[in-house]
């Protein structure tokens, strides 16, 4: 069981926006600004697409932006296209005790 | 450009050690903490270990505390996990990530992976 609660999945049409949620508590998503998303192809690495909540690395497209609202991290990827089926993965510093956490991973189909 | 070569995965019984190595290029690597994260066959990502830039702290989760120990050897840009006491559920493709920051929990370049599979 993973600290973090992801939807198993999400779906959209292309050019439709999906909007994935991460669910923690006040220790972890609601105690700090160190929420990150990141992007699983199958048989690659993951990789960063937001940190810091909102932010986004160099090279990630401006179609995926990060929220958070108390316990709540969300990820919205708008203009769906075909390479962004994939599984996304959600983190957050959980302080000195559990440190890291991250969510179960939601896959992400484009209809 | 940063790269980050993971290298020491295999097959190895229960109970048995394992080490695995994460050589750095394209960046210093004494700047930065360090850390690994594993992925079983089909399922999600699990943080495992993280060492602080200059080593002074590490932190284990908490199914692989007292079994695995992490290490760095900034000279020689590669990082170390030392694997003890394996268990059928730590098979998994090892990975290991660089922090954004000294100890930030952003993952900003990662690995290819390297496979471990504890298997009688």
């Known amino acids: 069981q993973s600290a973090l609660t992801q939807p198993p999945s999400a779906s959209g049409s292309p050019g439709q926006s999906v909007t994935i949620s991460c669910t923690g508590t006040?220790?972890?998503?609601?105690?700090?600004?160190?929420v990150s998303w990141y992007q699983q192809h199958p048989g690659k690495a993951p990789k960063l697409l937001i940190f810091?909540?909102?932010k986004r690395p160099s090279g990630v497209p401006d179609r995926f932006s990060g929220s958070k609202s108390g316990n709540t991290a969300s990820l919205t990827v708008s203009g769906l296209q075909a390479g962004d089926e994939a599984v996304y993965y959600c983190?957050?510093?959980?302080?000195?005790?559990?440190?890291?956490?991250f969510g179960g991973g939601t896959k992400v189909t484009v209809l | 450009q940063v790269q980050l070569v993971e290298s020491g995965g295999g097959v190895v019984q229960p109970g048995g050690s394992l080490r695995l190595n994460c050589t750095a290029s394209g960046f210093t690597l004494k700047n930065y903490g360090m850390h690994w994260v594993r992925q079983a066959p089909g399922k999600g990502l699990e943080w495992v270990a993280f060492?602080?830039?200059?080593?002074?702290?590490?932190y284990y989760a908490d199914s692989v505390k007292g079994r695995f120990t992490l290490s760095r050897d900034n000279s020689q840009n590669t990082l170390y996990l030392e694997m003890n006491s394996l268990r059928v559920e730590d098979t998994a493709v090892y990975y290991c990530?660089?922090?954004?920051?000294?100890?930030?929990?952003?993952?900003?370049?990662w690995g290819q992976g390297t496979l471990v599979t504890v298997s009688s």
């Open positions: 006040s220790s972890d998503v609601g105690g700090y600004n160190y």
């Open positions: 983190n957050s510093y959980a302080g000195a005790n559990n440190f890291v956490v």
């Open positions: 810091e909540v909102n």
């Open positions: 060492i602080r830039y200059d080593g002074s702290n590490k």
């Open positions: 990530a660089k922090d954004l920051e000294r100890a930030s929990a952003i993952f900003d370049y």
